[in-house]
């Protein structure tokens, strides 16, 4: 089982709608997780992080679930700009810095 | 501009030759990674390093890769004789452990051997 999974994609979601990814990781001693967004041949950029209680940032919310090892990202309201791929961003080891990150799950949202 | 920083942003080489790629962290930041994508690939984690130190190399190929972190000035991460299967784009990203340990990623180096 690889470290990070992450939905296959891609998503072809109409402007308006709302999408969610999901991203399970198999080490159950990390601690820290991310969301970041890439856009085509740019560096990821940090959404968010995703703290056990959940979070939420306008349209989007973040969501960790301890128990079977997997967080979630959901997109309220998608626009056009939401267009790029989502990565999940688990750190790998118990020392803290090493972040594993997931394949990417990639989004269209369509007019 | 206080974000990270990468240069050059694009490099070619020759197989056989040396690539050097460089990376200054964000101001106030003294945690630097390096990382690689391949192209329809994803990021894999190379090196983490803090000032004259490596912490952890475990992704970093055996042979020809070497990274460094001064003292002074930015962090360099090294491919000696390239080969084509190096051609990719290499992030680095810096983080302030302080500050829960988001990291934030440069522009890139996007290296091609011909």
């Known amino acids: 089982r690889k470290e990070v999974e992450q939905d296959p994609g891609p998503f072809n979601v109409p402007e308006g709608a709302t999408v969610a990814f999901n991203c399970t990781y198999s080490n159950s001693a990390s601690q820290s997780f991310f969301w970041y967004r890439q856009d085509c041949r740019k560096e990821p950029k940090l959404l968010m992080s995703?703290?056990?209680s959940g979070n939420e940032d306008g349209r989007f919310t973040a969501q960790l679930n301890r128990a079977s090892q997997y967080i979630s990202l959901l997109i309220r309201d998608s626009k056009l700009s939401d267009s790029a791929t989502y990565l999940c961003a688990v750190n790998g080891d118990n020392y803290g810095q090493n972040f594993v990150f997931g394949p990417g799950t990639r989004l269209s949202v369509l007019p | 501009n206080a974000g990270v920083m990468q240069n050059p942003r694009h490099l070619v080489r020759r197989r056989g030759q040396e690539a050097r790629l460089r990376c200054s962290p964000m101001k106030g930041h003294s945690h630097v990674y390096w990382y690689r994508q391949l192209p329809e690939e994803g990021l894999k984690f190379m090196v983490y390093?803090?000032?004259?130190?490596?912490?952890?190399e475990s992704g970093m190929p055996k042979e020809r890769f070497s990274a460094e972190f001064p003292k002074e000035g930015p962090s360099i991460l090294r491919i000696q004789q390239v080969v084509r299967g190096d051609s990719a784009a290499y992030f680095c990203?810096?983080?302030?452990?302080?500050?829960?340990?988001?990291?934030?990623f440069g522009p890139g180096t996007r290296l091609t051997v011909t």
């Open positions: 390093l803090q000032k004259e130190n490596i912490i952890d």
């Open positions: 995703v703290y056990s």
């Open positions: 990203a810096s983080s302030n452990r302080d500050r829960g340990r988001e990291q934030y």
